[in-house]
Nanobody, 115 residues
């Protein structure tokens, strides 16, 4: 019943920035610990960052210091601000609940970083 919709991806140059959004429907975001993941065709889905209902964040070593996760519970939306982007960040980005993901994932949003 919970649905997740990611948006905000696009094409950006090396060193550039993008801001992703994830909107949850069918429930209230404030109930959930949320996480961002990313995936390329050649790789497993990779953890990127997570945020508790109260706003405490945790980041993977690959993105720590470059990405910032935030949430607006009144809008049922979590954000991922991505700075200093690298070609290695190119992937489809997904959000989901933590620690148990919803069985139905969103469509994801494509991020492509050119060199």
């Amino acid at each position: 019943q919970v649905q997740l919709v990611e948006s905000g991806g696009g094409l950006v140059q090396f060193g550039g920035s993008l801001s992703l959004s994830c909107t949850l429907s069918g429930s209230m975001l404030r109930f959930y610990h949320m996480a961002w993941y990313r995936q390329t065709p050649a790789d497993q889905r990779e953890f990127v960052a997570r945020i508790t209902p109260g706003g405490i964040t945790d980041y993977s070593s690959a993105v720590k210091g470059r990405f910032t996760l935030s949430r607006d519970n009144s809008k049922n939306t979590v954000y991922l601000q991505m700075n200093s982007l690298k070609p290695e960040d190119t992937a489809v980005y997904y959000c989901n609940t933590w620690p148990t993901p919803q069985p139905s994932w969103g469509q994801g949003t494509q991020v492509t970083v050119s060199s």
